[in-house]
């Protein structure tokens, strides 16, 4: 009797009388069966984590490197850093200095008035003191043509000392001509605020910077 026919005739109420055959072949299928059904509720699930683990561990191992490159070159940067600082302060010396703003103002206003601009108003406002420079707002009213404009710009760029004008809410209108005249009148009104700037002295930026480390530590 082959081993097909001894499992075809098994009484399944009766396994203590199977043939040691069946019986092995039986033992085996079960234990085949418990540990696909193990492997796949309890190690799958495991293989899941493993795998979002090591694709962590990647990414913290690339963040480490990353991290590792910036403080090797964290004292280099940091020099660097105090090195542009210190350049920045050599440029912005270039600027007037607190008693050169008096002059430097008559200056401009002068200037103006050469390039043939009439300066309906020219009124210099609070400075705001900045980390490393102040700021003083002036508003204006100025009444030319455009050439004259240019002009005063040149004339500006021309001072003997390093002058910034920036210009904020500023509106150039052109002005309507006399009345009986034909055509336009070619004037154009200049009305709003330019921004000039000066370096801080020692004495300011230290005290300054007294100021922001008390405001820091409140």
């Known amino acids: 009797m082959s081993f097909l026919d001894d499992f075809r005739n098994l009484d ?24 696909f059904f193990g492997w796949w509720f309890k190690i799958s699930s495991q293989q899941d984590s493993l795998a979002s683990l090591a694709a962590q561990e990647s990414q913290l191992k690339q963040e480490f ?3 590792q490159a910036r403080a090797v070159n964290l004292e280099a940067l ?12 050599q440029m912005l010396r270039q600027l007037p200095s607190k008693t ?9 206003s ?13 009124q210099p406002e609070p400075e705001t003191v900045k980390e490393f420079y102040a700021e003083e707002p002036i ?3 100025m009444i030319g043509t455009y050439n004259q404009f240019g002009t005063f710009i040149s ?14 809410n500023v509106s150039l209108t ?15 009104e200049l009305e709003g605020t330019v921004r000039t700037y000066r370096y801080l002295e020692d004495s300011e930026d230290s005290n300054n910077n007294a100021r922001g480390g008390k405001g820091g530590g409140k």
Request: hydrophobic content about 45%; overall charge positive.
């Open 78 to 89: 940091k020099r660097q850093l105090s090195e542009m600082q210190d350049m920045l302060r």
């Open 100 to 108: 050169e703003m008096p002059e430097l103002l008559v200056d401009v």
């Open 110 to 122: 002068q200037t103006a008035l050469s390039a043939g601009l009439q300066p309906d108003l020219f």
């Open 139 to 141: 508003k204006l009213k």
């Open 65 to 67: 490197i990353k991290q």
């Open 174 to 188: 052109p002005l309507p001509a006399p009345a009986g005249s034909k055509g336009p009148s070619g004037l154009l």
């Open 12 to 35: 399944r109420n009766n396994i203590g009388a199977w043939p040691k055959t069946v019986k092995s072949t039986f033992t085996a299928l079960v234990l085949v069966l418990i540990l």
């Open 155 to 168: 004339g500006v760029a021309s001072l003997p000392r390093v002058v910034i004008l920036t210009m904020h």
